[in-house]
């Protein structure tokens, strides 16, 4: 299963289309805006939320609330095209008053990506590199989430971190269970602890006083899993590659880690790897602890599966930095749109799409694709096979 996206954040609209989906998969509509009104939430989010009420247009490939194996198309229109079709047109010449955009911001692609392709207006870059563009990867993750969840598979996120202020957890890769969804999403910023949330929230305050951005951490956490999914043989299998490769995918995404993460260099391996122990009760092997977060040898575990991501502060800065005038040479302050202050939750909510799609995928090699009676089948024949061989 994999997705592709067309669209610009000041475009008519942004399409997504998934490929390799199953027949029969249950679809629903309510569900994919459910996440994507998710994605917009969020303390310090900026303006253009106040403009978007994302909703998804599902074109093709569902009917009657079901897949019918063919590619799924879906649209997300951007209501702010109404004030950008004269310097958005895809037809006709420029206006002689275009404004261009000539003043690149540090962090974000504007410059590589002028250079690169050789324009002279930054607005080719950023409309495509803007964190817009998530809205249509949410929509298409809403068809790998719905495939995970009739399988029993359950993905969810939590911010842990932003800017200074951090949630303390104790062994939070064996514990992550014990958080609610309510916890989660009645918090301002995603945080189940009510005091760090406070916390967080007073350091976007602070961000928001001093015309700065805040970047920050969250755990995407996923339950359910089956053990062996994934692959050892071939690199580009394992999970910890797909599921790598996939948050990286995210522009602001500066790190990753999978259960204890680069802690794991300091500590002996008596003190990083998890032991095996077999419950004969439901006649299927366990770790006594989830140091690897999941995954061992690029494949699941069985154990709740616990990814950290970090962002990056925003590039767009309301006392914007210094950079180089792209017409004079001079030196200039970078550019301002319209902003966040912080998008870390919001952030998550992505994050968890990308996660969705490639556990989706490792479960689609491994028990088929074409539909979900043979995919289920398939899993329930796995899942007696284990049993035998853990008694």
Not at 95 to 109: I, Q
Not at 198 to 208: G, H, L
Not at 304 to 331: F, G, R, S, Y
Request: aromatic share 6%; with cysteine; glycine share 10%.
């Amino acid at each position: 299963m994999r997705y592709y996206t067309a669209g610009e954040s000041h475009g008519q609209g942004l399409v997504a289309i998934v490929e390799d989906v199953p027949a029969g998969l249950k679809i629903s509509e309510e569900q994919i805006n459910v996440d994507l009104a998710r994605r917009q939430a969020g303390y310090g989010r900026g303006g253009r939320m106040k403009i978007e009420h994302d909703t998804v247009q599902v074109i093709s490939g569902v009917r009657f609330g079901r897949t019918i194996g063919s590619p799924v198309a879906m649209l997300v229109a951007n209501r702010d095209w109404a004030n950008w079709t004269d310097r958005m047109a895809p037809f006709g010449e420029p206006s002689l008053d275009l404004v261009r955009e000539v003043t690149p911001r540090p962090g974000h692609a504007d410059l590589v990506g002028a250079l690169k392709t050789n324009t002279d207006d930054c607005r080719n870059i950023l409309e495509r590199s803007s964190a817009r563009t998530t809205a249509p990867r949410v929509a298409a993750a809403g068809i790998a989430r719905e495939f995970l969840a009739d399988l029993g598979v359950e993905i969810f996120s939590y911010v842990t971190g932003i800017g200074s202020a951090v949630m303390r957890e104790d062994d939070p890769f064996m514990n992550v269970s014990r958080y609610t969804p309510l916890e989660i999403e009645t918090s301002e910023v995603r945080c189940p602890d009510a005091e760090a949330s406070e916390a967080m929230k007073r350091e976007i305050d602070r961000a928001i006083k001093d015309k700065d951005s805040l970047g920050g951490t969250f755990h995407v956490i996923v339950r359910g899993l089956l053990p062996g999914v994934g692959g050892y043989a071939v690199p580009t299998e394992r999970l910890t590659s797909t599921i790598g490769g996939a948050l990286f995918s995210i522009p602001a995404i500066k790190g990753v880690e999978f259960g204890m993460g680069f802690e794991a260099a300091r500590k002996p391996g008596s003190q990083v790897h998890d032991p095996i122990l077999l419950d004969r009760t439901k006649a299927e092997f366990t770790r006594a602890s989830n140091n690897a977060g999941g995954l061992e040898g690029g494949m699941t575990t069985g154990m709740p599966l616990v990814v950290t991501a970090a962002m990056k502060p925003i590039p767009t800065l309301m006392q914007p930095l210094q950079t180089v005038n792209l017409d004079t040479l001079e030196v200039a302050q970078a550019s301002k749109e319209r902003s966040d202050v912080c998008a870390v939750p919001a952030c998550a909510v992505v994050a968890e799409g990308e996660v969705a799609f490639a556990i989706a995928d490792a479960y689609m090699r491994k028990f088929g694709s074409d539909n979900m009676a043979d995919i289920k089948a398939a899993i329930k024949a796995y899942k007696q096979r284990l049993n035998t061989v853990s008694r």
